[in-house]
């Protein structure tokens, strides 16, 4: 699996942005997905994964009723809505896929993960 993330950019605080992350190969409802970020100088962090269907969300609390995941499997596709931007949102965004493996909120269990795409958020 190939994963290919973009829509990061510059945004002001409080604004909105849409990034997505569209995948290869013809398995993809098997996988469950995450995005995770890093902002410079920290550790990757868990933003928020979704089940197979994507009936089943989870959030981190630092974003929880801030982001929205999605995901259409007809497209292999996974999307992160990101509202209320705050400058601290301000990292690279990865998305990343398990196979079989669903809600996973640590790097370690992801098999695949795509590029990254930038968001930065001004105060």
């Known amino acids: 699996v190939q994963l290919q993330a973009s829509g990061g950019g510059l945004v002001q605080a409080g604004g909105s942005l849409r990034v997505s992350c569209a995948a290869s190969?013809?398995?993809?409802?098997?996988?469950?997905m995450g995005w995770f970020r890093q902002a410079p100088g920290k550790e990757r962090e868990f933003v928020s994964a979704i089940s197979y269907s994507g009936t089943n969300t989870y959030y981190a609390d630092s974003v929880k009723g801030r982001f929205t995941i999605s995901r259409d499997n007809a497209k292999n596709t996974v999307y992160l809505q990101m509202n209320s931007l705050k400058p601290e949102d301000t990292a690279v965004y990865y998305c990343?896929?398990?196979?079989?493996?669903?809600?996973?909120?640590?790097?370690?269990?992801?098999?695949?993960w795509g590029q990254g795409t930038l968001v930065t958020v001004s105060s």
């Open positions: 990343a896929a398990a196979f079989r493996r669903a809600m996973a909120t640590m790097t370690s269990l992801y098999d695949y």
């Open positions: 190969g013809r398995t993809f409802s098997s996988y469950g």
